[in-house]
């Protein structure tokens, strides 16, 4: 709020992004993303918690565009997310075949016992920043597959 009131006292742009769990190349093993890339021994502890991911490419496009859009608006906040959730179990089904042979996973803990299994998730909502920047919707499961194999 006291950003917002800056802005319009300023009258000057501000615009903040709630960025979700970012993955891409940037060589951040402890991430989940990159660990299960970089790992061929797994331990997950909440297997079905789910998480809702974007890629460093897809957010490098949406601050690209920002950047070159003229705002009417002085103040605006955007959630960078794919609006969907993920959970390890589905990254781990995303490698590639010869990858997934020879991965060992430990320490899958199953939904009855998951403590965590019924805390609330944080999936974004992405459709403010689809329509105000008419950017495409990202195909997070074609881009974390496509990381997994590079």
Same mark, same amino acid.
């Given at each position: 709020?006291? +950003?917002?009131?800056f @802005?319009?006292q300023? $009258?000057?742009? *501000? =615009? &903040?992004?709630?960025?979700?769990?970012?993955?891409?190349?940037?060589?951040?093993?402890?991430?989940? &993303?990159?660990?299960?890339? @970089?790992?061929?021994k797994?331990? =997950?502890?909440?297997? *079905?918690?789910?998480?809702?991911?974007? @890629?460093?490419?897809?957010?490098? $496009?949406?601050?690209?565009? =920002?950047?070159?859009?003229?705002?009417?608006?002085? *103040? #605006? /906040?955007?959630?960078?997310? @794919? !609006? &969907?959730?993920?959970?390890?179990?589905?990254?781990?089904?995303? +490698?590639?075949?010869?990858?997934?042979?020879? &991965?060992?996973?430990?320490?899958?803990?199953? %939904?009855?016992? #998951? /403590?965590? !299994?019924?805390?609330?998730?944080?999936?974004? #909502?992405?459709? $403010?920043? +689809?329509?105000?920047?008419k950017?495409?919707?990202?195909? =997070?499961? %074609?881009?974390?597959?496509?990381?997994?194999?590079?």
């Amino acid at each position: 709020l006291l +950003l917002k009131k800056f @802005s319009y006292q300023l $009258k000057t742009t *501000f =615009i &903040i992004l709630r960025i979700f769990s970012l993955f891409g190349n940037f060589n951040n093993k402890g991430r989940l &993303i990159e660990h299960i890339k @970089s790992n061929d021994k797994l331990k =997950i502890k909440n297997p *079905f918690l789910k998480s809702d991911f974007i @890629s460093i490419n897809y957010l490098i $496009k949406i601050i690209l565009i =920002i950047i070159k859009k003229k705002y009417k608006k002085n *103040f #605006n /906040i955007y959630n960078c997310c @794919s !609006s &969907i959730g993920i959970t390890p179990v589905e990254i781990i089904n995303l +490698l590639p075949k010869e990858k997934l042979r020879n &991965i060992k996973i430990k320490g899958i803990i199953t %939904r009855k016992n #998951n /403590i965590y !299994s019924s805390r609330n998730i944080c999936i974004g #909502n992405n459709k $403010k920043i +689809l329509k105000d920047l008419k950017i495409k919707k990202s195909l =997070i499961f %074609r881009e974390i597959k496509q990381y997994l194999k590079n």
